[in-house]
């Protein structure tokens, strides 16, 4: 991702690659969702490691857990095997969100046992989820594998504790029971998403004559892929960070490239996280046009449009997007 400010640009901010702002989709994995009854898998391509979830109705802790657990080395090349029996989850390699146990040595991630209270720490306090118990232990390595950085670099663990405060404990909270708002208090953690509720909402209805595995375990997928879809999202984190690492101007245009179109956007940032406005919206005399017509106007070759707010535009190129973004701050700073 690319930061663009009025005094400059930050080529990678945070280091990320240029990707880094397209959804994490675990496509580069072979991600298989089965029951013990039914099987997805081919017999040519045999998954190396088995991660075990509860059949049955779904929650987007566990699917978010199973997204991410993906993401990792060690999980990589994983089946996803959804089942409540007992004799069957032992002998997966790892278990989300089922089996009664969390031992991070044994790669059990469950948090409704009796007795269970473990929390993210550095200053956070809310109970955590079996998505949560994923990425406590392997967000670091997920964060440093995108931006391609060591571990250890300050800039994975700013990544990381914001990933948690913006996006992680919301879900966390939301799975327990813990209730936003105390009557005299601030927010006890910050919502910047529903996620939870269009997860749960593709459990399949009650009404549905088909109820088959193979129905659910079609669902459970689509669960995972939208729950992945809005992991590492740099809106959810560009405010807080920007904070944090004193950028000055501040970031008026984040590049990204689209995963949909494999086409490059320049999108405005809004003044503030829960404003529509931006910062520097697009050049009105651009807004609404689109190919030939606005690459003429602009003066730059391969553009695809301009939202007629001027939020934000597309380009055929990542030349061609910053070629736009820096257009604009000469043409706005007029």
Not at 13 to 33: C, Y
């Amino acid at each position: 991702m690319w930061a663009i400010t009025g005094g400059g640009f930050y080529q990678k901010l945070l280091n990320f690659p240029k990707t880094i702002s397209r959804p994490l989709m675990a496509t580069s994995n072979l991600i298989r969702v089965s029951s013990p009854a039914y099987s997805t898998g081919s017999p040519n391509n045999v998954p190396s490691k088995r991660v075990g979830t509860h059949s049955g109705s779904f929650h987007c802790d566990e699917a978010l857990g199973c997204f991410m657990i993906c993401l990792t080395t060690k999980f990589s090349n994983s089946e996803i095997v959804r089942t409540r029996d007992p004799k069957v989850l032992e002998g997966f390699d790892a278990v989300l969100d089922v089996g009664g146990v969390y031992d991070p040595s044994r790669d059990r991630y469950d948090h409704h046992q009796k007795g269970f209270e473990e929390v993210f720490g550095h200053g956070f306090n809310t109970k955590l989820s079996s998505a949560g118990l994923v990425y406590k232990h392997f967000g670091k390595e997920i964060i440093a594998k995108e931006l391609q950085l060591g571990e250890d670099h300050p800039n994975v663990q700013r990544l990381f504790l914001a990933i948690y405060k913006n996006f992680m404990e919301a879900i966390d909270a939301i799975d327990n029971g813990i209730n936003q708002f105390d009557t005299d208090k601030p927010p006890r953690y910050v919502n910047n998403t529903n996620l939870s509720s269009r997860v749960g909402r593709l459990n399949l209805d009650w009404m549905d004559p088909n109820q088959s595995p193979e129905k659910e375990n079609e669902a459970f997928q689509q669960a995972m892929a939208l729950a992945g879809s809005e992991f590492l999202d740099w809106k959810l984190h560009i405010f807080e960070l920007e904070e944090e690492m004193k950028v000055d101007p501040p970031i008026k245009y984040v590049l990204y490239e689209d995963d949909r179109g494999k086409r490059w956007r320049v999108q405005a940032v809004a003044i503030s996280p829960d404003r529509f406005e931006s910062r520097k919206p697009l050049p009105a005399q651009w807004r609404g046009l689109t190919d030939d017509e606005l690459s003429k106007e602009a003066g730059i070759p391969g553009c695809i449009f301009v939202h007629i707010s001027g939020f934000t535009g597309g380009n055929q190129t990542y030349e061609g997007a910053l070629a736009m973004a820096r257009t604009a701050l000469k043409i706005l700073s007029i």
